[in-house]
């Protein structure tokens, strides 16, 4: 329900923050009703505690950022900033009594330039929506998370977002030229560019994305774009161990070889998906290894690749031989995470990434967790960026199992940072890896990265609670 300034019932404080929002905001903008708001209360991550937010807020422009946000800080008012709330850390959950700055109805595609390659958007436009409106102009837009039918592109720079083509194209950081950002005060500042070059000053676009809306509102992003790769084609590699296919990833890695794709699947996350979809996947296989290439001989690059694979201990090596045999094989690695949640009802899903030297001995460790806390742990993993997702599996109304998964997460982090690695290469920390990201910073890490924080927030109003 829209709740118009007279009809809202609200105590003294939350009728002064509505009545000074609607002073700059349409009615239809501002909603108050609490059977709606508590939707806005939480992302999809697990044992993430959230508050209940006094309004939501749904702009249209820019101008009506800037008002919130002035109302924010005469107030002192929290402000959390939400795309679709498809996050895994916990980044969108809500604090007690604040605006809830919903960006998914500035959902415009400003501008789309095959000379510049660039886009320019607004940030609740749909990950999948910019992909295949670029493609329409023989353009690409790369970064593909597991959830870009749904996902926001404000979400995706908010989280630093990644995806299967990472290990070829990089993350959302990477394709970031330019943003404007509403700051806690109202103020609206541009940074970067829109040219294929530029070094002038420090490089504040960097720094905003990732940030999980704890600097600014990023209300509009100029997006590098590239041209549009041949259709991939890939290969399916069965192995009687996940070390071997680590092995094989490394060895991938070492001969110089750019796969568009390298993906892993370990014998759960396969069980599941057959369970989930019937695709018969096999299931005799310990780990199942995913290349793809997008070159314009990709049979041959999959003939080297699969060679690779035999020589590290492949039991089976299937080339798709079409683009529709590709697809089906990319469908099963989509639908690893969903699978998993049908195991057992809710999952923790973990986000380390490792050197890719170490992948093995990383998946060799989250076997004997598994196995010490009595637990369904499944992996799959953007193998050729190291970056694993050990999934835990568990039922969310057993205590004594929910208390043995969240301890089998922190170890898993454990093992990662051991490992030479980081706590999340795509995820975002959130409110579920605070504690881990002071292990991996350090005190002077923290120190400075909260100095960055203040000369942003002084007031400490956007989405606090998150990160550190």
Not at 150 to 163: H, L, R, V
Not at 433 to 448: D, F, I, N, Q, T
Request: glycine residues 10%.
């Amino acid at each position: 329900m829209i709740m118009s300034r007279i009809e809202a019932p609200r105590d003294q404080d939350t009728g002064t923050l509505v009545d000074h929002l609607l002073a700059g905001l349409p009615a239809e903008a501002v909603v108050t009703d609490p059977d709606v708001t508590v939707a806005y209360a939480n992302d999809m991550a697990s044992f993430c505690p959230s508050g209940t937010p006094a309004v939501v807020v749904l702009p249209r422009t820019v101008e009506q950022v800037q008002h919130v946000m002035r109302v924010a800080t005469e107030l002192r008012v929290p402000v959390v900033p939400q795309g679709a709330r498809t996050g895994l850390s916990g980044a969108a959950n809500a604090s007690e009594g604040c605006i809830v700055l919903s960006l998914v109805k500035m959902d415009r595609i400003l501008e789309i330039s095959p000379v510049d390659r660039i886009a320019v958007v607004e940030p609740g436009v749909i990950n999948a929506t910019l992909s295949r409106a670029v493609n329409e102009h023989g353009l690409y837009y790369p970064p593909d998370p597991s959830s870009w039918e749904m996902c926001t592109i404000g979400g995706n720079i908010g989280t630093a977002s990644g995806g299967l083509c990472c290990v070829k194209y990089g993350v959302t950081a990477e394709y970031v030229l330019g943003l404007d950002v509403v700051l806690a005060d109202g103020r609206l500042m541009s940074t970067g560019r829109r040219t294929a070059k530029g070094v002038a000053g420090y490089d504040l676009t960097r720094l905003f994305v990732g940030s999980e809306g704890s600097l600014g509102i990023v209300v509009k992003a100029i997006l590098a774009l590239k041209p549009q790769p041949p259709q991939q084609l890939v290969l399916a590699a069965e192995f009687g161990s996940a070390a071997a296919a680590c092995d094989a990833v490394c060895r991938i890695m070492a001969g110089g070889h750019v796969p568009s794709l390298l993906e892993l699947m370990d014998r759960t996350t396969v069980k599941a998906v057959n369970d989930l979809a019937h695709m018969g996947l096999p299931e005799t296989t310990e780990a199942l290894l995913l290349a793809a290439f997008d070159t314009l001989d990709p049979a041959a690059d999959l003939a080297a690749v699969g060679a690779l694979c035999e020589a590290a201990g492949a039991t089976q090596v299937v080339p798709a031989e079409d683009a529709a045999e590709s697809e089906l094989l990319l469908q099963a690695r989509r639908l690893s995470l969903t699978a998993l949640e049908a195991v057992k009802g809710t999952t923790m899903i973990d986000d380390v990434c490792v050197p890719r030297s170490r992948l093995g001995e990383m998946l060799e460790g989250v076997e004997r967790i598994g196995e010490k806390y009595r637990l369904t742990i499944g992996v799959c993993a953007h193998a050729g960026d190291g970056n694993t997702h050990p999934t835990v599996c568990f039922d969310a109304q057993d205590v004594d199992e929910s208390r043995r998964a969240r301890e089998s997460f922190d170890e898993i982090m454990a093992l990662g940072l051991e490992l030479g690695g980081t706590i999340t290469g795509e995820h975002g920390v959130g409110v579920l890896k605070k504690e881990w990201l002071a292990r991996e910073l350090g005190p002077v890490g923290v120190e400075m990265q909260r100095a960055v924080k203040a000369s942003f927030d002084p007031l400490g109003i956007l989405n606090p609670g998150k990160l550190f």
